[in-house]
């Protein structure tokens, strides 16, 4: 699923392996979202969406839309 | 099957610690036997306490993996049960495949419990090619 994960974990300078801390998953987790191997499910697209405080499709984009 | 690094999680930190709990007894049990530590009561009743010590860990070894599918994010839950599944799967088809090759073709008899090692071989050359949970 196409996201922008990397950019907005970039604009805050923070590595992969603190945004998994931040949101309670492994460094592998975000890579693999970041590099699409893995559509997050709806309980961690929403702890990311919390995180940055954005809408869950200003992130990850629907791809039913 | 085993990798203890700075980025690993509790789930797989605990995974590695029961996999060694579980697999140096095995290991130890079976190169006793292999050398003859348990000569005298082979072939015996007394045996299947013998078979029965040498496959607990085996049972083991399979919770503590389910456990980590368990314990982890979804992401490593999604990646090792598709692992597991494509191992036990290839483990089986392989076994059935001699199987019959012993039944019908006359194939040479290998003992059941290959299973167990096929598994982890197949486990790990599958391993490179699992890399999405999709």
Redesign the interface.
Known sequence: MKNRLKLLRVERGWTQ?QLGQAL??????VN??ETE?????LD?AYRVAVLFARPVEDIFENPHA | MLALGKSTTPAHRKYVIRTMAFMIPYALVNTGAIFGAFDEIMGKPAAWVLALVISAPVVGQIWATLSLIRDSDEFVRALTAKQFIIASGLSMAVASMWGFGESYAGAYHLPAWLIYPLFWFFWGVSAPFIRTSK
């Open positions: 392996e309670g998953v492994s460094r592998q987790a693999a979202l191997k893995h559509d997050p499910s961690l």
